[in-house]
């Protein structure tokens, strides 16, 4: 339990000066982010869950039902917390998976809580973080956050912790703490080495390459393809005692210009010449493991902290503004869930546990809701609080959940993968606004600029080098009720370039969009006005009902409705202002409209887009900072590999 307690006392220790007026405080800031719970995953939307806690704060504050959000997890936090659109975001090309990626959203982009410090805010994230963690610059204290508890990947056991994927064999744990220490992100940077090639003899009769080699991976630069840069490698790479160049070696099968050598590697002679080489460095964490917590159900655990650091910050620091980022891991899987919430349910349909124990975490969500709420008003924040409810994405309806009456679910660009249920309150809206519901259009990236402006600083600052310019819009007059029409009149769903259009492997049509250097497939999903043009393949073609999957209809991600594909060769045209379930395509009978939005499509192939392929996966790397973390998920290398 110590951790817990070093945590509350540093969220207790940043004082900045501030008006004695309560008017002139700056406000602050609650977002709190379900996980994979879509349109019809609270009870104002589906009459078969229970959620009180969320339908009164709803009724009492502002619905907004054309909230948008990317089509699945981390591109939609990463557009949060940058305020650009999903397609710009690097998660977009296989959701950082595998955790062994040394991948991340860009740094060129300041986040939020870094944007925020230049008003005085404390920030703080809560649960899940799915932004990047094989450097501590990727971390959350990296990207801005004061404090953080909560874990690096993005999905894990809910009862253990254990990560998804066990790629290291070791029943990994993904559960930590971090601060900010002396402006730099705790754990500390690891030490440089000083130390000489080594000769290719020491190292053969030093370890098995079959097990150990392992080749620089940077696919942005080639700063890993010159003996300067093998040993930059080596110094970065947490678990790297010793490097060899060679320009050849034709007695080596397995031959890489730059092999590392790790303390973790295979055993061998170790001989004079390896010894005066090598370096030891000092044995260190690269993250502080929430040991001993792990076992519990760690939606507990974010709640109980979530509440306690509100409290604190209270009593410690009530002149200093505050944001809180709470990013529940409920209700993504697996399907898990204390008792006593799944217990109503399950009598509810008892010949459908998968069903009760989904709405038994919508239950416990409504719960975290609850008690988070009450310590704001309890501990008088809550006057001065803009408080946001939202989820990432749609339901995944071959896992558990309903987007009803929505087409589609996550994955996918239709409806039920990316408009989503949400609702602000808090003291600081106006009560013009209270009982209201709003129509017009919002994306998740316009939280990034609205809450920059609420908090006077410019969502533009902070990122001269920004591979991309912002795209959130300020959305505060419009839901203060100052406008009466929302900023945003479009939005880009997707724009995906991951396909080459001369790759040998491609098997399906594409739309193609002819750029300098040649044909491009794109997939692309537009909004404009309410017009939504869908540019194939897009897959998930059906409507599933208020739960899916059922025991009626036992949906799995090989089942057709999921697989099928529709809006290609020709793309799709929807008019949302008169139907937003997607049922009829009206592209034939709107030709002059498909022409604008495609050319528009194409507009946006000349705009950034993250590079085409993954990084190499760096599967030694990784598992090598968990062997130092004593089975605890954590960076692995102290510098990142982007320019």
Not at 516 to 533: E, F, I, M, Y
Not at 585 to 599: G, S
Request: charged share 15%; aromatic share 12%; proline share 7%.
């Amino acid at each position: 339990m110590f951790k817990i307690h070093l945590f509350s006392l540093l969220c207790c220790t940043v004082h900045l000066a501030a008006s004695e007026n309560k008017s002139d405080l700056k406000p602050h800031v609650v977002m709190m982010l379900v996980d994979d719970n879509g349109w019809a995953g609270v009870g104002y939307n589906n009459p078969f869950l229970n959620t009180p806690t969320i339908d009164t704060l709803a009724k009492g504050g502002l619905t907004l039902t054309s909230q948008y959000v990317y089509k699945y997890c981390a591109p939609t936090r990463g557009s949060f917390l940058t305020g650009r659109f999903p397609y710009k975001l690097a998660a977009t090309r296989a959701n950082f998976i595998p955790w062994t990626l040394p991948d991340g959203t860009h740094l060129s982009y300041a986040m939020l809580p870094k944007k925020l410090k230049a008003a005085g805010y404390y920030s703080v994230h809560i649960g899940k973080w799915h932004q990047g963690l094989y450097t501590p610059q990727y971390t959350p204290v990296g990207r801005g956050f004061d404090a953080t508890f909560g874990f690096l990947e993005g999905g894990e056991d809910h009862n253990t912790s254990r990560t998804f994927g066990n790629y290291c064999r070791k029943n990994e744990v993904d559960l930590s703490f971090g601060y900010l220490a002396g402006g730099s992100p705790y754990p500390h940077q690891w030490s440089n080495c000083t130390w000489k090639s080594l000769p290719a003899t020491a190292l053969h009769n030093f370890f098995d390459a079959n097990s150990t080699d392992i080749t620089g991976y940077n696919p942005y630069d080639n700063r890993y393809d010159t003996e300067e840069g093998c040993k930059l490698l080596c110094e970065n790479r947490i678990d790297c005692v010793g490097y060899s160049y060679r320009d050849q070696d034709p007695g080596q099968m397995h031959y890489r210009q730059c092999f590392l050598v790790s303390k973790v590697g295979g055993e061998g002679v170790k001989n004079p010449s390896f010894q005066s080489a090598i370096c030891d460095r000092p044995t260190i964490n690269t993250t502080i493991a929430a040991v001993g917590l792990n076992g519990t159900y760690t939606g507990t655990l974010f709640n109980q902290q979530a509440v306690k650091v509100i409290h604190s910050h209270a009593v410690t620091s009530p002149q200093q503004p505050f944001f809180m980022y709470y990013a529940m891991h409920d209700t993504h899987a697996p399907l898990e869930v204390p008792w006593r919430f799944m217990a109503p349910y399950a009598a509810r349909f008892p010949n459908d546990t998968k069903r009760a124990i989904f709405s038994g975490m919508v239950s416990f969500v409504d719960e975290a809701v609850k008690n988070v709420t009450e310590a704001l008003k309890s501990s008088g924040m809550w006057e001065n609080t803009l408080y946001i409810f939202t989820t990432d994405n749609g339901s995944p309806v071959s896992v558990g959940g309903s987007n009803h009456p929505l087409r589609g679910g996550k994955g996918s660009n239709w409806e039920g993968g990316t408009r989503v249920p949400a609702f602000v309150t808090g003291g600081i809206l106006p009560p013009s606004q209270i009982g209201k519901t709003h129509n017009g259009l919002i994306h998740i990236c316009d939280w990034h600029a609205t809450i920059c402006a609420l908090a006077g600083v410019n969502a533009t600052a902070g990122e001269p080098h920004a591979v991309a310019p912002l795209d959130g819009v300020n959305a505060w007059p419009w839901i203060s009720g100052t406008q009466q029409e929302s900023n945003r009149v479009d939005m880009v769903y997707d724009h995906r370039m991951y396909v080459n259009y001369s790759d040998p492997k491609r098997t399906k049509p594409c739309y193609t969009v002819n750029k300098t250097d040649g044909p491009h497939c794109v997939s692309a999903a537009v909004q404009r006005n309410g017009w939504k043009l869908v540019v194939g393949p897009e897959p998930q073609n059906g409507w599933f009902g208020w739960f899916s999957p059922n025991v009626s209809d036992p949906v799995n991600k090989s089942s057709p409705v999921i697989t099928d594909e529709d809006c290609y060769p020709m793309p799709c045209l929807f008019n949302l202002n008169a139907s937003i379930t997607e049922h009829e395509d009206v592209a034939a009978q709107n030709p002059a409209i498909v022409k604008t939005l495609l050319q528009w499509v194409d507009d946006l192939a000349y705009e950034y887009h993250p590079p085409m392929n993954n990084p190499a996966i760096d599967l030694d790397g990784y598992c090598a900072a968990i062997n130092l973390n004593k089975g605890f998920v954590g960076p692995w290398m102290k510098e990142p590999n982007q320019n």
